[in-house]
């Protein structure tokens, strides 16, 4: 079992920038495969970033890919996304989710890949 926790969300002008972290608590965090979705009203749950147990593979969708980093550090048990550039479309809510027992090389792009996910944190992007 793994606790998360985002935080980080807000409201900024296009062009702006936002860092979210989510802090994980319980198991051993570099156990786990962990990912950045965002959900946007009406929408289904969108695959952001996703960045390896080690921290060296990481992968995007090609909507946020050069303004978004997302990076992990395993010995304070916490996983980050950098958002620069943004844009109103990058609105929605973002969750950090967790999975555990993937294959080394694995990019889990969909939800139903993660085991336990965070409450959100609202991101708004005003033009």
């Known amino acids: 079992q793994v606790q998360l926790v985002e935080t980080g969300g807000g409201l900024v002008q296009a062009g702006g920038s936002l860092r979210l972290s989510c802090a994980a608590s319980g198991r051993t965090f570099s156990d786990y495969t962990m990912g950045w979705f965002r959900q946007a009203p009406g929408k289904e749950r969108e695959f952001v970033a996703t960045?390896?147990?080690?921290?060296?593979?990481?992968y995007y969708v090609d909507s946020v890919k050069g303004r978004f980093t997302i990076s992990r550090d395993n010995n304070k048990n916490m996983v980050y996304l950098q958002m620069n550039s943004l844009k109103p479309e990058d609105t929605a809510v973002y969750y950090c989710g967790a999975a555990v027992g993937l294959r080394v090389g694995a990019r889990p792009t969909q939800p139903t890949d993660y085991d336990y996910w965070g409450q959100g944190t609202q991101v708004t992007v005003s033009s």
């Open positions: 960045v390896s147990r080690s921290g060296i593979m990481t």
